[in-house]
């Protein structure tokens, strides 16, 4: 059986931080992820390296931008000296509430249906849902075909949530006889 080399524990680690959650392994260097920790806002995240032969902590990684529920270390990666931070929560250049998803639950077969479940994150609890596939994969998402979702309104009905309010729904969509199968999806 193998024995324990060390524990690894974060020096300023606190309740909830969700440490270990995620972790990845390269040589001798562990990478743990802390989605949860606080230091740069509620649930901003952060990392942590660890030589895992004595246990030390290397360093604490955290985002220059880092801001609440950004989530950062939600998921890690570690090749060599090089380690990769995901960040769910992240907002791109800015922009609030981009944290919404399209997740297709069946296989996009041409002329079949298929179902969809869409993922909406927002302060206000209210959203709008657009999305484009492009069907022919022919780099034009103009065509009315290509149309999945138009201004759909979407609502969180939920009770009071200490931070932004998330829903799930579950749909159908029709894959168009002429779609070429692994298509990019482009959501908004």
Do not use: C
């Amino acid at each position: 059986m193998p024995a324990e080399l060390a524990k690894l524990t974060a020096s300023d680690g606190a309740a909830d931080d969700q440490f270990g959650l995620s972790v990845g392994l390269s040589g001798n260097t562990a990478i743990v992820g802390a989605h949860m920790d606080d230091d740069n806002g509620v649930n901003s995240g952060s990392a942590y390296l660890f030589d895992v032969t004595s246990g030390s902590q290397l360093a604490k990684l955290t985002p220059s931008d880092g801001a609440t529920y950004d989530t950062f270390g939600i998921s890690v990666a570690l090749s060599g000296n090089l380690a990769i931070v995901g960040a769910y929560g992240d907002d791109v250049n800015g922009v609030p509430d981009d944290e919404d998803g399209v997740v297709f639950l069946d296989p996009l077969i041409p002329g079949s249906a298929a179902r969809v479940q869409v993922d909406m994150q927002s302060p206000s609890g209210l959203g709008r849902l657009e999305t484009w596939i492009d069907w022919q994969a022919d780099g034009n998402w103009n065509q009315a075909i290509d149309r999945v979702f138009t201004s759909v309104p979407l609502s969180v009905r939920t009770a009071w949530w200490p931070g932004p309010m998330i829903a799930s729904w579950a749909a159908r969509i029709w894959v168009p006889p002429p779609a070429v199968r692994a298509t990019p999806l482009r959501s908004m």
